[in-house]
């Protein structure tokens, strides 16, 4: 029994204005109740209502059950699909007719257009869910709503109310159901459908189909997730707000494994539920398909949302600028030793793995502490923002320039060997002893020391700290040496093992 049990009684229970089945449903479902029923009196009961059979043998002959051959009368429909199914379809078509309703502000047409693309999409979306009847799903999703029917059968001006503060406010349907009567339609109709004798699977799916997580049956939980994948199917193609819909159905194809089989499944809901439509007695050849709702819900967002989009497109930029400023220096504009480390782990480990080369450059500017103390610390700044434009310069796109630390510089050369790196290094080693830095009516004149060490195609265990330290101690080496020169030390791969992985180093003034 739904929460709001004593307000659900209050306002249907105990009146003649309860809805109730047809006729032909009530003998229907008093038949089916019986274990014992068989095939002959399930067909009597049917055949009572020759229109109710002919819509019954119309639908089980359409393209929408597929079948190898004609079927001809109900006997032969029961033994062929079995007695529950066209219990189900029988139950769907008596109760479409039996609740047409009374001329008010009410949009029955509507409402069961809606639920007949329901009940399209639960059959359909059944055949991927094992354990659930495709003919279950398809009359769940005619009733699944049947809760409004009964809260504008019972209360009409009150749901006219209802109605008003949906449209005045773009609230969902059940949201101005609660605030106008106390409950929703999921609620009403479980509570009505249990009260027609229907088993609990149905009651209870119908109940939670809005909100299947909250449901206290786990046993149903994949029948209720399916109805309210089914209801937002429906509410896309009724047009209520169908990139809404849309997004719970990616959520459910996501869920269910079928992401790639949206647009197949959409445009096979709509086929189906035209012509079931019709059988239904109900023209839906001027629906709208599938592909026109994306494209006018699609236009109606670039129109109202220009303002949102250009907001968006705004903080996308402000969060990459920030995100920028998180990885550069500051002064220079290059990469920060944070986010070169970074790198340098990616970087390594994709060249060892794959036995491609990798080199690493470290520079440091000679003496530039003096530079400091006689030009001064504005001086010395311009110093390293004219070294980082000429790295900028001289390096390929590919490669990766950092701004250490300090006067500082780390440099990592992708898919270059030693013997490459080391005339890099060089150009941008005679490139900065060429490079007159001015401020203030004054030049200074600097040179760079560099270290370098790279990895080839042979094997090799070098981890990041040992792959820096053998370009440091190259650079220690350049600036013992005279500075204003490249040194170079490698991992040698047979003495990586045995704890040392340098070879000699190698100098060039």
């Known amino acids: 029994m739904p929460q709001n049990c004593e307000n659900l009684k209050e306002l249907l229970k105990g009146s003649e204005r309860l809805p109730t089945l047809p006729v032909v449903a009530l003998k229907i479902l008093e038949v089916a109740r019986r274990d014992d029923v068989t095939v002959g009196e399930m067909e009597r009961v049917i055949s009572q209502d020759p229109p109710l059979a ?3 043998l119309r639908i089980i002959n359409s393209p929408f059950y597929s079948l190898p051959r004609k079927v001809t009368s109900v006997r032969q429909a029961i033994s062929l699909l079995g007695v529950n199914s066209v219990k189900n379809l029988a139950l769907g078509f008596s109760l479409v007719k039996g609740a047409g309703g009374k001329p008010s502000g009410f949009d029955y047409l509507g409402f069961w257009k809606r639920s007949i693309f329901a009940a399209v999409a639960g059959n359909l979306l059944a055949k991927a869910v094992p354990g659930v009847s495709c003919e279950d799903c398809f009359f769940l999703g005619l009733l699944q709503d049947i809760g409004v029917l009964a809260l504008n059968h019972v209360a009409p001006e009150r749901y006219e109310e209802v109605l008003r ?8 349907l059940a949201e101005a159901e609660r605030q106008v009567l106390g409950m929703d339609h999921a609620e009403a109709g479980s509570y009505l459908i249990e009260t027609w004798g229907l088993p609990p699977a149905f009651f209870v799916s119908i109940r939670f189909h809005h909100a299947p997580d909250a449901s206290d049956n786990p046993a149903l939980l994949p029948l209720t997730r399916l109805l309210a994948a089914a209801s937002s199917i429906a509410e ?8 809404e819909a849309m997004e719970a159905i990616g959520a459910m194809a996501k869920r269910q494994g079928l992401e790639g089989a949206i647009d197949k499944l959409m445009i096979q809901v709509f086929s189906e539920a035209v012509s ?9 050849r001027h629906q709208k398909s599938y592909t026109q709702i994306i494209e006018e819900a699609q236009a109606e967002l670039d129109k109202n949302s220009q303002a949102m989009q250009e907001r968006i497109v705004m903080q996308a ?3 990459e600028h920030l995100k920028d400023q998180a990885i550069r220096d500051g002064l220079t504009g290059l990469h920060n030793h944070r986010f070169f480390h970074e790198v340098l782990e990616q970087e390594l480990d994709r060249a060892l793995r794959y036995h491609r080369p990798l080199a690493l450059v470290l520079g440091d500017i000679d003496k530039f502490k003096e530079v400091n103390d006689t030009f001064g610390h504005q001086m010395g700044d311009q110093v390293l923002k004219e070294i980082s434009g000429m790295f900028q310069q001289t390096l390929r796109k590919s490669d990766f320039v950092a701004r250490y630390g300090g006067e ?12 490459n790196a080391i005339p890099m290094a060089e150009r941008l080693r005679e490139k900065i002893e060429g490079l007159k830095a001015a401020q203030g009516g004054r030049e200074a004149q600097v040179t760079m020391s560099f ?14 700290e040992d792959f820096i330290r053998l370009a ?9 040496t005279g500075r204003n020169r490249c040194c170079v030390r490698q991992p040698t791969p047979h003495r990586v093992a045995q704890g040392d992985p340098l070879s000699g180093p190698a100098c060039r003034p």
């Open 165 to 172: 503060l949906k449209r005045a406010e773009g609230c969902r």
């Open 54 to 56: 002919a819509k019954v």
């Open 472 to 480: 440091d101690e190259a650079l220690y080496e350049a600036k013992r």
């Open 236 to 243: 896309f193609f009724a047009h209520e707000r169908p990139l």
């Open 408 to 419: 500082e510089f780390a440099v990592l050369l992708v898919e270059t060997s030693l013997e």
């Open 317 to 319: 930029q402000e969060c």
């Open 451 to 464: 270290g370098v060490t790279a990895v080839g195609d042979q094997p090799c265990a070098v981890s990041p």
């Open 276 to 284: 079931i439509g019709a059988i239904f007695d109900m023209d839906m």
